[in-house]
């Protein structure tokens, strides 16, 4: 009986030698750390060193979320990821009066240099690797994380870490945009032009899927619409002068792990050799760096359930070792009570630990890309790539990928997806332990982690003190250079920066912005 993968794909019971008859190892394959990168962006990969373990975390206050770092550090985190509310993420002070429930909720309030201080108090910025989920005002929280860096006496170009900086999969998947697509796209091209003079370690932008896939979209269109984003944002800078190997080192990607171990890894190969040939073949590099596919691995928040939580701890297992064998360079594994809550101190932990026995009680880490010449990883990874390459070049039929999203294209073919996951689980097709099978009479009572409502007034109280106490007529002409900037073409990183270290706020530094060029409104389309 001949089963579906998560993309639709047959999965045969049985792979023999016709599944590689005529298929050739080394255009196919590869060494690993050569082009076209399919068995891994490194050649000693896990057998020199683990993946980065980082653990995404921040809520509440900044008070709060340092201390969660301080824990994960004790406890043997390698990387840092900051979670940050949704006021922060949409550009609004936490006082603003469309923040008004949310302050802390989702993830750590950010709203100027002070708090951004506070986040990492004692934490030295020359030691750790920071990841900032944020997009929007990505710009924003990276300056505001290098001026904490300066006041510890760390150089910029000492500083590693990642912003997101992904604003097209806000319009396809999230919602979490603030301007339209253009002035976007050149913010963005300013952040790649200010990280190559100013901190030329920052890994600039994480082309992200795992946010597709969390909305429905399958394996094959997760790759293939962020590979489509990533070619968009390449074509931007190099629009705006800039010589592709000069930045696209610096380029990183973002994807999800499922409990589908055998697609998820033929997934993550697919994608290397893809985005090898595009950066070669369209747009010339020469720079092997620029061809290579890096990413970040967040395991499947949307495959967590709130019915025996306790069962995540194995899917969340399941999911991390996927990414590993997939060749993941960093990877955050879900703590198992995060459909009910924000995770506890313990089961932080425990997500934690899952990384650590992965790592040092497996022998994965022993040898390089472990399933290469699998007859079904191998026939797998090119019925991926084929299918990811059919959507990708319907994005590029449509004019690519930002008039793609205007057309809704992205977002309609991820629903569909969606509801086909939907109607297969509803229907008992697909399994799901605990909800559709295999369910308890009754659930054990669970006390979640919750975020004190109190934090709101907190943050508006530490507002008015910031206001109270600053150099408003500095903060005046800060915003008014930012803006003048924003209306032609200079760099609005220098001006932004000096705004924010005149101790403007996060919302101020937006809504300059915003009256400069506009708000994004969705499409009829979408």
Not at 301 to 330: D, K, Y
Not at 355 to 383: H, K
Not at 416 to 422: K, L, P, S, T, V
Request: hydrophobic share 40%.
């Amino acid at each position: 009986m001949t089963r579906e993968s998560e993309s639709g794909l047959p999965i045969e019971p049985v792979y023999g030698p016709d599944a590689l008859q005529g298929w050739d190892p080394e255009q196919k394959l590869g060494s690993p750390g050569a082009y076209p990168f399919t068995r891994g962006v490194y050649p000693t990969m896990y057998t020199g060193r683990p993946w980065t373990m980082r653990q995404y975390a921040g809520f509440g206050t900044a008070v709060e979320s340092n201390a969660r770092y301080k824990q994960l550090i004790a406890n043997g985190t390698m990387g840092l990821s900051v979670a940050f509310d949704l006021p922060t993420q949409m550009g609004h002070d936490s006082d603003a009066p469309i923040a008004h429930g949310e302050v802390g909720k989702v993830g750590v309030a950010i709203d100027s240099l002070d708090d951004m201080r506070v986040l990492f108090e004692g934490i030295p910025l020359d030691k750790v690797s920071t990841s900032m989920t944020i997009n929007a005002p990505a710009a924003l929280l990276l300056l505001l994380y290098q001026l904490v860096g300066e006041e510890q006496g760390v150089s910029a170009d000492q500083l590693t870490g990642t912003i997101q900086n992904d604003v097209l999969k806000e319009y396809i998947a999230r919602g979490t945009y603030i301007f339209p697509p253009k002035p976007s796209l050149r913010l963005i091209a300013d952040i790649f032009k200010y990280c190559r003079a100013e901190i030329p370690k920052w890994n600039t932008i994480s082309i992200s899927g795992y946010h597709m896939a969390e909305a429905g979209a399958s394996p094959a269109q997760e790759i293939a619409f962020t590979l489509a984003d990533g070619i968009e944002y390449v074509r931007t800078a190099v629009a705006a002068g800039m010589d592709v190997d000069d930045f696209a080192p610096r380029l990183s990607f973002f994807f999800v792990a499922r409990t589908t171990i055998l697609e998820e890894v033929a997934k993550f190969r697919a994608a290397r050799r893809i985005w090898a040939r595009v950066m070669k073949d369209e747009f010339g590099a020469k720079n092997p760096k620029s061809m290579m596919l890096r990413f970040h691995t967040q395991t499947a928040g949307v495959q967590l359930t709130a019915q025996q939580p306790e069962v995540n701890l194995v899917r969340v297992a399941v999911q991390g070792l996927a990414a590993v064998l997939g060749g993941t360079q960093s990877l955050h594994t879900n703590s198992f009570d995060e459909a009910i809550a924000l995770p506890t101190d313990k089961s932080a932990r425990l997500a934690l630990r899952t990384q650590q026995v992965l790592a040092y009680e497996t022998d994965v880490t022993a040898t390089v890309d472990p399933f290469a010449g699998s007859y079904v990883i191998e026939q797998m990874t090119d019925e991926v790539e084929t299918a990811a390459l059919e959507l990708m070049g319907k994005v590029e039929d449509l004019g690519g990928a930002v008039s793609a999203i205007e057309h809704g294209f992205q977002k309609n073919e991820i629903e569909r997806n969606a509801y086909r996951i939907a109607q297969e689980t509803d229907g008992g097709e697909r399994v799901v332990v605990g909800v559709n099978r295999f369910q308890l009479d009754e659930e054990e009572p669970y006390e979640p982690l919750r975020v004190d409502p109190a934090i709101e007034a907190q943050q508006a109280e530490r507002l008015a003190a910031l206001r109270a106490d600053r150099d408003q007529q500095a903060v005046d002409a800060a915003l008014s250079a930012l803006r003048k900037a924003a209306e032609g073409d200079d760099n609005v990183l220098y001006p932004m920066k000096d705004a924010l270290k005149a101790r403007a706020t996060v919302g101020e530094v937006c809504n300059a912005l915003r009256e400069v060029w506009g708000t994004y409104v969705p499409t009829d389309a979408f």
